[in-house]
């Protein structure tokens, strides 16, 4: 791995289209100061790590569960981020919160894609189709994905990119979550994986 590229770790609990993106967006050199060193799942069953697998990424799988808490839980992803030399952390359709003390150990070194335009229709209870479903429910004719950096409140970080998307007549929550991704979300998590890359490799190298 090379030693001018910020070491990324990504975490998934489901599907991982948008580690999918991350990863096309490495090889085709878009994300450029950073490479992906890991993908850490807190689902055994998330395709998103056959996505890694097939890109030849180290996969860790860690349960709360099997951690013995929430606490515990940390404590070991901190030890495996650490044995992966890992200095930004990419939540990517992750669905676990993080806890203040978490958080303020990697201060502005987490980002997070959300799948509206923050401040609507985000905190917490607000995750995958939920965003939708509610986007509908208010009737709202436009609205997007955000990509934040992750502080003690639930997508309540600095926003670092946005992009708005419209609601079309007939919507469903299933179909509007595609467009979100397509249209948002597969462009802006790797593009700001990139922004903050090459923000720590200036820091690293001024
Ligand atoms: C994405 O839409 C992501 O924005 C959302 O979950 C989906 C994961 O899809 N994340 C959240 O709602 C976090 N609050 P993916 O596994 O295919 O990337």
Redesign the pocket.
């Known amino acids: 791995m090379a030693e001018n590229k910020v070491r990324i770790a990504v975490l998934?609990?489901?599907?991982?289209?948008?580690?999918q993106a991350i990863i096309d967006s490495q090889q085709n050199g878009a994300l450029h100061s950073g490479e992906v060193a890991l993908v850490v799942s807190n689902n055994p069953g998330a395709f998103?790590l056959t996505r890694a697998q097939r890109a030849n990424i180290p996969t860790v799988t860690l349960t709360r569960r099997e951690c013995g808490g929430a606490r515990e839980f940390e404590a070991r992803l901190t030890e495996v981020l650490e044995e992966y030399g890992v200095e930004l952390i990419v939540?990517?359709?992750?669905?676990t919160i993080l806890s203040p003390a978490f958080t303020a150990r990697y201060d502005r070194r987490i980002i997070?894609?959300?799948?509206s335009l923050i401040p609507s229709f985000c905190g917490e209870g607000?995750?995958?189709l939920k965003?939708h479903e509610a986007a509908l429910r208010k009737g709202v004719k436009v609205t997007g994905?955000t990509v934040h950096f992750v502080n003690e409140i639930p997508?309540g970080g600095e926003i670092l990119l946005q992009k708005a998307v419209p609601v079309e007549p007939g919507d469903t929550p299933e179909t509007l979550?595609r467009r979100?991704?397509e249209q948002a979300?597969w462009q802006l998590l790797p593009a700001a994986a990139e922004m903050v890359c090459a923000q720590i490799l200036s820091e690293r190298n001024p």
Not at 91 to 95: C, Y
Request: proline share 4%; net charge negative.
């Open positions: 998934v609990s489901g599907g991982g289209t948008n580690l998103a939540l990517a359709g992750f669905m997070n894609v959300h799948p607000f995750y995958g965003v994905a997508d979550q979100v991704m979300e």
